[in-house]
Structure formats: structure tokens, C-alpha cells
């Protein structure tokens, strides 16, 4: 009998073979008892990271339609796909929403129904808006990236794109209180892109990431228009020692600016405008407007 097999007849053989009961006994004190992290020491309802990830899913097919929607779309029925497609995903978005809330504050199940709503609702008005700022990211893309053939491609496969695009929708999210949420689609564009950007910070129009592996942008961070980054590039707090006083713990980066790859600004300081700074420094102090920082 091979190893496999051995395995497999182990498998096959149930709780009594395995002493499955023993551990899901321990399993369940360690829940309840012993190791409990449960919210309020109970079992809470918790958004999904899988319902949330088809969501952004068919939120980016409703924004660009007939880029991500299905092939069979046509002029006279996008809007149709595009009012029935942004009515279920809203709708479970809702769902995921009231759920988190829970994490947040004290709600009761009403309040948490009533605030998930307002929180969706303004939400989606948000829409045009942020789909007018991805159309803004979607032109830098393309400018800065030569080898693209065009927008279908920008679109389609560019990650620096694809994590902005997160960011968007979760920056949204974030602002309306919907936080736990938020992080998550930080989350989910970390995982598929590489960069790591909190849904807290501030990014105007023309955002530009040459290459996402390893970028970081930290909660409090704010980006000007048509700044372009490039990969490893990070906007990090000088310390992780909470400062009630200080609102900021970020870099300010101005419009305009390029930074290199695997350059860092670290703390509350700032980046003038149509500055460049070079790949592989550390930022620790404020660059004047129109600076040209190498080693």
C-alpha cells in the first residue's frame, strides 16, 4: 500500500481514527474560553472577503462597461446591465456594510440596517465622480506607459491601475464609515497587486504607479495631481507611537512630482511641486517646489 493510499484509509476512517472529537472539544474551548477574540466575547456576523471581492468586481463592470462587462453588451442595453448590475452589488454591499459596523460601535440591529443604507447610498452617488478620477488615472497610465497598445489594455492589465482603482472605491467607503470594509478592498488589492495603499489616504486625479510590487502609502499620506511613482516607493510614518496632536503622520507629495523606485518618505513632511526625486533615497526632511533630489 502506498503512502497516499495510507493516507487516504486514514482519512476514510473517521473521528474515531483521527480523535477528531478531542479536537474539536479543545477547538471550542479555545473559541469560547480560553483564546476568545470574538467582539463583546461572541459570535458576531463578519463581512466576506469573497462577497466583497465580486462586488468591486461588478462595481469596475458597471463603471466601464464595455471594457469589463460581458461580451454580448451593445449601446442600447448598457444602461439596463449597468442599472441592474450596480443594484445587486449595492444591495449586497449594503449587506457586507452592516456587518461590519458592528466592529466599530455599539449598533442596534435597526441602527446598523438604517446607517449601512445611508453609508451605501452615498456611496453610490459618489460613482460618476470617482469613475471621472479612474478615467484621470487611466490617461496617466497611459501616458506613462509606452509599451501599452491603449486604453482596452491600460485597463485590462495594468496593476498600477487595478490597485488605484481599489483605492478609489475604498477611500470612498472609508470616508462614509464604512472602515472595515474599506480595509479589506485595501486588502484584496494588496494581494492581487502588491501595493499596499490604506483606504485613509488622500490621492487626487493622474495617480501613476509604474510598477506596484512593494509600494506602500501610508493612512494619513495626501498625492497631488499627476504624480507618478515607481515600484518599492514608500510613504511611511516616521513612527508607529500613536501622536493624538498630530493629525498627520504622512508625507504631503505635491502635484507633479516623480519619485523613483524604492524611494521612501518618511514622516510629516513634504514634497514641492514638479519636484523628481531619485530611486533608493530616504526623505526625512521637506524638498522645496521644483527639486531635483539624487544620491
Do not use: W
Not at 225 to 249: C, H, M
Request: charged share 20%; with cysteine.
Amino acid at each position: 500500500m502506498t503512502r497516499k493510499s495510507q493516507l487516504l484509509k486514514v482519512v476514510k476512517g473517521g473521528s474515531a481514527t483521527l480523535d477528531l472529537d478531542g479536537v474539536v472539544e479543545q477547538l471550542r474551548n479555545s473559541r469560547e474560553v480560553t483564546h476568545n477574540i470574538r467582539h463583546q466575547g461572541r459570535a458576531q456576523e463578519v463581512p466576506s472577503r469573497r462577497i466583497i471581492a465580486e462586488i468591486i468586481e461588478k462595481i469596475g463592470e458597471a463603471l466601464f462597461p464595455s471594457h469589463l462587462g460581458p461580451p454580448s453588451i451593445v449601446d442600447e442595453n448598457t444602461d439596463i446591465f449597468v442599472r441592474n448590475t450596480l443594484d445587486t452589488a449595492l444591495l449586497r454591499l449594503s449587506d457586507q456594510v452592516r456587518r461590519s459596523l458592528v466592529f466599530g460601535r455599539d449598533f442596534s440591529p435597526a441602527d446598523a440596517d438604517s446607517r449601512a443604507t445611508a453609508i451605501v447610498r452615498g456611496f453610490a452617488t459618489a460613482l460618476p465622480p470617482i469613475r471621472a478620477l479612474l478615467v484621470g488615472d487611466l490617461r496617466a497610465a497611459r501616458r506613462d506607459d509606452p509599451s501599452a497598445s491603449g486604453f482596452a489594455e491600460i485597463l485590462l492589465c495594468n496593476r498600477g491601475v487595478s490597485a488605484i482603482f481599489h483605492h478609489r472605491l475604498a477611500h470612498a467607503l472609508h470616508l462614509r464609515g464604512a472602515r472595515l470594509v474599506a480595509r479589506i478592498i485595501s486588502d484584496l488589492a494588496h494581494v492581487s497587486t502588491g501595493a499596499e495603499i490604506h483606504p485613509g489616504a488622500s490621492i487626487a486625479e493622474g495617480f501613476s504607479i509604474a510598477h506596484t510590487a512593494g509600494v506602500i502609502v501610508g493612512e494619513t499620506t495626501v498625492i497631488g495631481r499627476n504624480v507618478r511613482i515607481s515600484e518599492g516607493v514608500t510613504f511611511v510614518a516616521a513612527s508607529t507611537t500613536p501622536q493624538p496632536l498630530q493629525d498627520r503622520r504622512h508625507p504631503v507629495i505635491e502635484d507633479n512630482v516623480i519619485i523613483h523606485a524604492n524611494a521612501s518618505v518618511i514622516g510629516c513632511v513634504s514634497i514641492g511641486y514638479e519636484s523628481i526625486v531619485g530611486p533608493g533615497l530616504n526623505i526625512t526632511t521637506s524638498v522645496a517646489p521644483r527639486s531635483r533630489v539624487v544620491q
